[in-house]
Antibody, heavy 125, light 109 residues
């Protein structure tokens, strides 16, 4: 069965960096894009970006450009999300999510069929 | 970038039908997906591609999409359906590829 298991909670000071891992199992890791979504306390879901585990290619939301780096290690089926120059408003639960495809006329669209359990990142001085 | 609008809250009595809407410009031309999120848990996919259900999701959950509104319908609502629900689309026309609605809190009275 498909599983995405994330690393544990982190507490960081403003200005520091955090790196969250997401270990995949139960499917071919390189066959599906991996996305990262975050959720601030009491707020909705916010998309951060995605990585193609096969090529390593990435797309980031403009809001996080320059601060986020998504990488992967195919030998251990693990994706990583590193966020730098942390601020207090980066306090959130960070999720990885596997993207499956929907074929629509003249396009391919994506949705999230499996999610990690979430990693709480707290930024506080 | 593309915007999805959901009502902040919907309330329904047990056994009744809940309808949660997701508004967007010509959303009927897109594929809409719905997630359920209970407190302290990760989101769970309940409907994808407008109206398909993943395995393990009860038939009580259904979806539709036309014009400027997509709708998640939950029939015979149970106490365990109380959760936040989010709609999502793919927007390849901008760099913000994934768009979520703001979420709707479903309260079972």
């Amino acid at each position: 069965q498909v599983q995405l298991v994330q690393s544990g909670a982190e507490v960081k000071k403003p200005g520091a960096s955090v790196k969250v891992s997401c270990k995949a199992s139960g499917y071919t890791f390189t066959g599906y894009y991996m996305h990262w979504v975050r959720q601030a306390p009491g707020q909705g879901l916010e998309w951060m970006g995605r990585i193609n585990p096969n090529s390593g290619g990435t797309n980031y939301a403009q809001k996080f450009q320059g601060r986020v780096t998504m990488t992967r290690d195919t030998s251990i089926s693990t994706a990583y999300m590193e966020l730098s120059r942390l601020r207090s408003d980066d306090t959130a639960v960070y999720y990885c999510a596997r993207a499956d495809i929907v074929v629509v006329p003249a396009a391919i669209e994506y949705y999230f069929d499996y999610w990690g359990q979430g990693t709480l990142v707290t930024v506080s001085s | 970038s593309y915007v999805l609008t959901q009502p902040p809250s919907v309330s329904v009595a047990p056994g009744q039908t809940a309808r949660i809407t997701c508004g967007g410009n010509n959303i009927g031309s897109k594929s809409v997906h719905w997630y359920q999120q209970k407190p302290g848990q990760a989101p769970v996919l309940v409907v994808y591609d407008d109206s398909d259900r993943p395995s393990g999701i009860p038939e009580r959950f259904s979806g539709s999409n036309s014009g400027n509104t997509a709708t998640l319908t939950i029939s015979r609502v149970e106490a365990g359906d109380e959760a936040d629900y989010y709609c999502q689309v793919w927007d390849s026309s901008s760099d913000h590829l994934v768009v979520f609605g703001g979420g709707t809190k479903l309260t079972v009275l």
